[in-house]
């Protein structure tokens, strides 16, 4: 397994592979228990997550490991025994943060020699990466992508017995492996995976190359961890997906995606749900209807548009028009008036006119975002965008990228002050960072409302009245906890 690259020969069944690891992991544990008492104290561990909430999750379950063996975990890189880095790949810039972190790490190395560092995720799956790692970043000790993450336990006792860089990178995976242990990072609110992968290949996209073809988990699978984490103190889930509105097309007995959600809206004790993301091609009249129902899943829709040019939106591959976006949202909108929807935005394309940018700005107005992720084209190697030859000159890029961004803060700033006075209830989720005396709620809608704690727990929900809009958050008052 040192210092090569394997494809995928799955040999044992999933619940064989549960066993297996958990083997590993008190296998591992002796080892870890070796270095404390090296040390003279529990080893610390370091997991910096990159990207996406799919990311966010898969730490959760590396630090689930690392706790399980022994490991203390730690949020400083300095004080840490073990730092892995849970990478991204959809934008070069998230790769050169990579790269430029690696450099401090191989610094702290020099200085404390029994530090290890481990890279996965999303960035690992690229060839070109592990090339550039093997030759300019030999202190690294272990490498894995996304296929394999369900290995850790094993990875890390052959990190133990080998000197030299362990390097397993899986091409695809049909495997779905569960009930290994999570770490999370919330007492009150939990990521589940409920589909890994994309098919839908948009032209600029790496995320199908580097995560595979759409797998749905099981239903029975999704239920059962919910309902454990509901017991644990869990009110709000997340179901993580690509593309959640394809869930479940291929599974051996096939289940649309508003069926689940009617599904996990039955677990008693569970308040809110929410999920992303959502492809606006597969978002069916169903799901809106559950939605509309639902008295569980929040008022809020991620429904990335990309761009409002028809003619980028073909060349992008996403297979929808600019006026059925339009449309779909009308309906949304007619079914749930009160809905807030946030979209991602590429500007940049290739080929794409400061014309093309004038249709995304007409569709920023009319659709009326709350919030909208705007984002500059980034070339990924090995996607049909990357060789197509009219990449857009930086320059226009920025003044369409600038003109688009006020449209975006302008439309969220009005919409986010419709709300002033209103009462919502919020899901209180933290102690403001920058004045201990507050704490920070989440609204159904994504919103984030500020307020004096008072007697108010972490993980309540309480009705706050939002006294004042700041633009992008709220500052508010309890009226009933
Ligand atoms: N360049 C810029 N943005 C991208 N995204 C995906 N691929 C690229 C790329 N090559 C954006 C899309 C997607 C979000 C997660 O990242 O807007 O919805
Ligand atoms: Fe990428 Fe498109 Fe799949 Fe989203 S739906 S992950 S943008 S290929």
Known sequence: MSGHTTAQCASTSDEQETVLQNKYMKEAEVYVNKLSRQLGRRPLCCVTTFGCQMNA?????????????????????EEADFVIYNTCTVRDNANQRVYGRLGFLNSLKRKKPHLKIALCGCMMQEHSVIEKIRRSYRFVDLIFGTHNIFKFAQL????????????????????IVEDLPVSRKYPYKSGINIMFGCNNFCSYCIVPYVRGRERSRDPKEIIREIEHLVADGVVEVMLLGQNVNSYGKNLEEPITFAQLLREVEQ????????????????????????????????????????????????????????DQYLALVDKIKTA????????????????????DVEETIDVVRRVQYDNAFTFIYSKRTGTPAAAMDN???????????DK??????????????????QVMEALVEEVNEQDASLL?????????????????????????????CHGFYYTGHVIEA
């Open 57 to 77: 999750r898969d730490s959760e379950k590396l630090l689930g490991i690392l706790t399980r063996i022994g490991y203390v975990s730690t949020e400083s890189e």
């Open 336 to 355: 749930m008036p009160d809905i807030a929807i946030t979209t991602d935005i590429i500007v940049g394309f290739p080929g794409e006119t400061l014309a």
């Open 391 to 401: 990449q857009v000159p930086e320059e226009v890029v920025r003044e369409g990228f």
């Open 156 to 175: 890390l006792v052959a990190m133990f017995e080998n000197q030299e860089m362990i390097i397993d990178i899986w091409q695809e995976t049909d495997q």
């Open 267 to 322: 677990i008693e004790g569970l308040q809110r749900i929410r999920f992303m993301t959502s492809h606006p091609k597969d978002l069916s009249d169903e799901l809106i209807e559950v939605m509309r129902q639902s008295t569980k899943i929040c008022r809020h829709l991620h429904l990335p548009v990309q761009a409002g040019s028809d003619r980028i939106l073909k060349a992008m591959n996403r297979r929808y028009t600019k």
């Open 404 to 421: 688009l961004l006020k449209v975006v803060q302008d439309t969220a700033r009005e919409r986010a002050a419709r709300l002033q006075g």
């Open 440 to 468: 920070t709620g989440r609204l159904s809608n994504n919103m984030l409302v500020h307020f004096p704690a008072g007697n108010i727990r972490i993980g309540q929900l309480v009705q706050v009245s939002l006294d004042t």
